[in-house]
């Protein structure tokens, strides 16, 4: 299932191409449809012209039938003969792959590789609420007789944040936990804090069932905060469809023994933003963000978790709420 044309990057940046086709991708054939599921919010993918599409293996988990109702996020997606660099100033770039526009109805995502070409490979228009769009992938840069996933990430991780910004949530670097008994635990850390030791501790433990080991997305359903998992794992691998009821939050350290020191709502909030996808080019974004995060730091006890990388750790959370 190639995506790009012969020895060129796929967007990653880990391969020349996707690798081969396994037996389950039978399960997921090529479609002029799809649609899948990441923390409540639907995305429904629509193929133009002779276009077929194919989701990501790390969404398989995420796919959910094109008949089921309206998606909250549509796009069509088209082969375009080529793409032109934009002109104007960017809003933001990411020193990477892609750049975000302003538009006058909304929204343009570039992406450019000089590994590629020095034309965009592909494009992302949405409207200003980041619910409606169009994916225009260039003929050029790849094999446009497979079937291809037009929201390789990086697109399906930013499309995810900007619509949380809009209100809906936030999408945090994060271990999600949901114990034996339903109940919630989020264990928060940059890189190197211990998410992806902690995902393991708790793997193997009956009933347990571990929602991501790198991001978490945080929304509000029924009156209650709720944490789902995200296709987009980190170094243990760990991505489930799932979502609990939030019950506790924990900022990682590693330390001598296992403790936990109580935090204060307004202490919780910045440790919780230090941690969180941020539209940093968004005013209103960031305003609604903030205003989300206040809102968990105030409802869900936080604590900084010392803890020494062995079952230990997880005794002591069971402990502690009992």
């Known amino acids: 299932m190639s995506f790009w044309k012969t020895n060129l990057p796929k967007e990653a940046g880990a391969a020349a191409e996707a690798p081969a086709m396994e037996p389950q991708d039978a399960i997921f054939p090529s479609a002029e449809r799809l649609a899948y599921e990441i923390g409540g919010i639907t995305f429904g993918l629509a193929a133009e012209g002779a276009l077929r599409l194919a989701l990501d293996r790390e969404l398989y988990p995420f796919s959910i039938p094109v008949s089921a109702a309206p998606c909250e996020v549509n796009l069509n997606v088209s082969w375009?003969?080529?793409l032109r660099v934009p002109t104007s100033a960017p809003l933001f770039h990411s020193g990477g792959l892609w750049s975000l526009y302003a538009e006058p109805e909304g929204y343009r995502f570039s992406f450019l590789s000089p590994l590629l070409g020095s034309t965009p490979y592909k494009e992302?228009?949405?409207?200003?609420?980041?619910?409606?769009?169009s994916v225009l992938l260039s003929r050029r840069y790849f094999d446009t007789a497979s079937p291809v996933y037009p929201l390789e990430y990086p697109l399906d991780e930013l499309l995810m944040i900007h619509r949380l910004s809009r209100g809906g949530g936030v999408e945090l670097h994060a271990v999600g936990i949901a114990d034996e008994t339903g109940r919630g635990h989020l264990f928060l850390?940059?890189?190197g804090a211990g998410k992806s030791t902690?995902?393991?501790?708790?793997?193997?433990?009956?009933?347990v069932t571990v929602l991501s080991d790198d991001r978490i997305i945080l929304r509000e359903r029924e009156g209650r905060m709720f944490m789902y998992g995200t296709p987009w794992h980190g170094d243990a691998g760990i991505a489930s469809p799932h979502s609990a009821p939030l019950s506790a939050i924990y900022l990682l350290d590693h330390g001598k023994a296992n403790e936990r020191l109580p935090l204060s709502p307004g202490c919780a909030a910045a440790e919780l933003f230090a941690r969180t996808f941020v539209t940093h080019h968004s005013e209103e974004g960031i305003r609604c963000t903030l205003d989300f995060i206040d809102r968990v730091a105030r409802e869900i006890p936080c604590s900084i978790f010392r803890f020494v990388p062995d079952e230990s750790a997880v005794e002591?959370?069971?402990?502690a709420d009992s």
């Open 80 to 82: 375009v003969d080529s």
């Open 124 to 133: 992302a228009w949405l409207d200003s609420e980041f619910r409606s769009g």
């Open 189 to 191: 850390g940059h890189s």
């Open 198 to 207: 902690t995902a393991r501790l708790w793997l193997n433990r009956p009933g």
């Open 316 to 319: 002591a959370i069971c402990r």
